[in-house]
């Protein structure tokens, strides 16, 4: 894996998954952001710019409920980027995506992309796996970029809690049914 603490020129730029926003009703008060615990997928990107001043910064995030939103999260994405200073020149949205498949379809689509360069894709930990799987699959050149690791390799005894299990429990679950549903269905 790249070392992703030094300058990244092999990179042309990072694809970062939706995911961390909260609701689009969260989002009506102007200059006010509402990230939830997968926030690392938007604060991460924003140091990696900083950092590789010739990255390309690509959201890919429509909205996953099917009721109709004031702001899609590409639109709740450029609010957030903007307010934290992102070169506004260098970030492309995808605003039509509903599922992580529609993530890598749809994003090869977004005029300026080309999926044959090499990109990060960035995105919590427990999700690579099938997020990896989908990108590839729709030709992408991709090199997975962590964020938001949910276990580490090792627990104090007084650290666990049984709802903070039920939802780690939760969330793998819902990781390895839709890697399943993918793979069925060929999507991977």
């Known amino acids: 894996a790249p070392d992703f603490k030094a300058p990244l020129p092999q990179y042309v730029g990072v694809v970062v998954l ?3 926003l909260e609701r689009s009703e969260l989002w009506a008060r102007p200059g006010q952001v509402s990230l939830k615990g997968e926030a690392e997928r938007m604060t991460v990107p924003v140091g990696l710019m900083q950092r590789n001043l ?3 910064l690509l959201y890919t995030g429509g909205e996953s409920d099917y009721a109709k939103k004031k ?3 590409a639109d709740r994405a450029k609010i957030y980027f ?7 020149t260098r970030v492309l949205y995808e605003s039509e995506s509903r599922t992580t498949y529609d993530n890598g379809v749809m994003s090869a689509r977004v005029p300026g992309v080309d999926i044959k360069q090499p990109w990060l894709l960035l995105t919590t930990a427990a999700h690579m796996p099938r997020s990896m799987a989908v ?3 729709a ?3 991709v090199t997975p970029y962590c964020v938001d690791y ?6 104090d005894w007084d650290a666990y809690s049984f709802t903070g299990g039920a939802e780690k429990w939760h969330y793998a679950l819902h990781e390895i049914v839709g890697y399943a549903a993918y793979w069925l269905t ?3």
Request: aromatic content about 10%; charged content about 25%.
């Open 18 to 20: 939706g995911g961390a």
């Open 54 to 56: 010739h990255l390309k």
């Open 71 to 73: 702001y899609s999260e």
């Open 82 to 88: 903007d307010l934290m200073g992102v070169d506004a």
């Open 135 to 137: 990108f590839q699959k």
């Open 139 to 141: 030709g992408w050149n």
């Open 150 to 155: 949910r276990t580490a390799d090792t627990t």
């Open 186 to 188: 060929g999507k991977i």
